[in-house]
């Protein structure tokens, strides 16, 4: 059986969907729901055996015949497309109704359909020319996504960001493949290892690439989207598209040769980002906008995985360097799977609630249990905890790192410094969804709004339960999940051919699920001793103080005080302080907010000096013909003294 | 069987063993300052009462203000199952167990961290604001010491790392280790387990609303990461390899001694720290062990 039939079927149905989206809500989530199912099915076809698969045809596009290519590697991102985009279709249906968004909700669905196309597109296009246009169009269709809610000014802006910055990625992308065709003399992509010259090319796609990861510090554009984006959105933005720029460093740095150095570079940004990543995400008091900080962290981490690997192979192909990739690999499924849950949790809290401050919530576990359990349940996998997902693949980048420090390379300094750094991020990340979770979830309402929530209904809640499966499973089996990891390692590097999965990665699983079990035990012999020694309920004890009131709760900005302070000289907080005046102080303020320091403090001023140096050059430019006529007689006598002082020949 | 026997001989040294470690720094407490002092049973004593007891849970409490007390001990038990016990072994040892071993003390202060942010209190939300936070800097340490002792053996498993002793880096990693003991385990001079003020507290704070059996797994649970540490400590310095099966069994305990005596001792001479001198202290600990992993990657072959 070859995945072609199946890659059909789903382009079909993604393409009815475009067409019958705005009209028809609930044939549009079945063909949604068909067509990522066969696209899963064609991406499970090339992860479990099926030979690599190829198909040309004649017909031109562009100018160019069309040639498609599914192999490992771009299969384990369709599958993550495929899983997300299917579970946020449904979850759409509910979040973002025709109810609700009349005018935007019909809108929604087909760009929804015309993401998940042109994503598939871009994963399974073997030539440059389409890959670009596939790029453009998944960025376009990303952006209409992005801005449904476009009222609102703040989205048109983010929107506005997020159009701005990856163009200046795509540029890079367009100077990549142009440059690359123009070399090889042919758009045709493929493995091209040996021709050394090619190397620094490289360098292109990991700008380009790097922008659209949102690598710090390219991401400037990154938290205000995913932060103003419908939920559903954010979901796939953050689990899925982004994970299109990890997809083009994967790709291209398997196929084309590396350029010395680059391993250094993609270890080095990786470290950077995940942890200035994460700790601009324990900063932050916008729910969504800490989710989307964590998603620069994370990235970060598949990037410490990706640049040992590119370290490892420069130095013989050491084996470490197969675990750390893996570990990546592994990461971008993990990533992809809680980050969603989170976010489709966040807009879970969004639709009860209204408000993306986490100081205005609190106390939601009484309203909605289903959303508080499953955001806790990311929340633990995100934080990289045993027995969940997220600590199987972490584990597996920290097993090369100490391979390689064990090894004695010339890497083991930076992966020494790469492994403190992931240990930092990760009591960070702890850090920061004790304190999400903590904050929307626990203790009292502070607001009207939190009192008022109510829970979702089934089409929210059973996408966000699919995706906590996932991140179940692949914490409690990892090994189930190691052969299709193990043969995209093996096509990105062919030195380092799919095997068996190693066997710690069968002891962890095996104590991942006595783990598992053992706290669910422990969890409920406590509380039945806890009933039968009988409690009763009382006050929060707090001290003796008798009336706490709800707005006495430890707050958001309070609780990440201490690190943040750390990071205050990167973080560069914005404080708004008016202190209690008088004998009877009637008004007290402190407003704490984090700004996008890099966006804010680097590229804002920098914008500003060109479009002054530009405004006074306007001047130049102002309709009086008699100094046009002056400029073009200066030009000539400029160009005349060249001559004549150049004129020897 | 013998596997099994062996399983539960292992859990009766740490579930039984550890609440005596409170007992006797307590005792050491007392003797320095000239009191008489609680009886070093102590914390059984305590143990068996608060089981007892009834429940007195606050109004907000969801079913993870139990569950997370629960969790906590389930994993530091775990961790703790994972360490070598001198000449006995590890419980299970395989490649990559002292990560999962840093991990689950992790998910140990997830879910403690967790239930106390259940109560709304806001004492409870500063003691586990001031948890987390100090533990980044802990966990840069322990990941820095743990890179020492592969460095030095060349090996990700705890039963091959703490073997041999942490050669010439050793004095480095022990003082390291030692302060991330005292900052993990809440003692001065991080935290002063025996003061009144609620303010000054992160360990004792996050527990004010917890009572009865819930209670008794929180404190059963912080005595067993205890004496996690200690043995740690002991291990990671001493040469345990070297030594007959009676002699490492000897060391190992005197050396849980001498580090509890030595916590015992730092209790009674030294005041808490200024919360803002903390981190620097942390610092001062990730640099230790820095210069012990720098030792051990000069310090020559594998």
Redesign the interface.
Known sequence: MTPGPFLLLAAVCLTAGIATGPRRPRLWTGLSVAGTAAGLGAALLGLLGAPEWEWWSGFPVGGEELHLRLDALSALFLALLCAVGGAGAVYAGEYWSDHHYPASAPRGRAWWSALLLSMGWVLVSSNGLHFLIGWELFTVSAYFLLTLDRTRPEVRKAGWLYLAASHAGTVCLFAFFAALASRTGSWELGPMRDQLGLAPLLWLALLGFGVKAGVFPLHVWLPSAHANAPSHVSAIMSGVCIKMGIYGLVRFSGWLPVPAGAGWVVIGFGAVSALLGIAFAFAQNDYKRLLAYCSVENVGIIMIGLGAALLAAAQGDAPWGRLALAGALLHVWNHGAFKSLLFFGAGSVLHATGTREMSRL??L??AMPWT?GLF?LGA?AV????PLNG?TSE?LV??GL??A??G?GPA?GGA?LA??V???A???A??SF??A??MI????PRTQAAVRAHESGWTMRAPMLGLAAVCVSIGLAPVLFWPAVARAVGVWHPAWSPTGA???LF??GA?HLV?AA??VA??A???T??QV???????????GYAA?A?R???SSG??????AG?FAWILQPVRNLRRPRGLQPVVALRLEYVPETVLERVIGPAAEVILQVSTTVRRLQHGRLQSYILYIVAGLAALSGLVLLGGTS | MTTVLDLFVRLAWWLLLAPLLPGIINKVKAWVAGRRGPPVLQLYYDLARLWQKGVVLSTLASPGFVAGPAVAWVAVIGAALLLPLGPAGAALSFKGDALLMLYLLALARFSTTWAAMETGSAFEGMGAAREVSYAVLAEAAMITAMLSLSVQTGSISLLTMLTPSAGAGAALLAAGLFTVLLAENCRVPFDDPNTHLELTMIHEAMILDHSGPPLAAILHGAAVKLLLFAVLLTEAVLPMGDLSPFGATGALLAGVLAVTVGVGLVESFLARFAFRRVPLLLTTAVLLCLFALLVAWKGGAV
Do not use: E, H
């Open positions: 609190g106390g576990w009484q508080a806790a633990i934080s990289g905890l045993p600590f584990w920290y097993l100490f391979d420090v064990t004695r083991a020494m492994a403190i992931l240990g930092m990760g009591a960070l702890l850090a004790v304190k979770t903590a979830f626990l203790g009292a190693p066997a710690p002891t962890l104590v783990l053992l706290l422990a969890a012999w406590l509380w001793k806890a020694n009988g409690w009763r309920r009382g006050l929060t004890w707090d001290c706490p709800a006495m709760q430890y309070s609780f990440a005080g201490i690190g750390w």
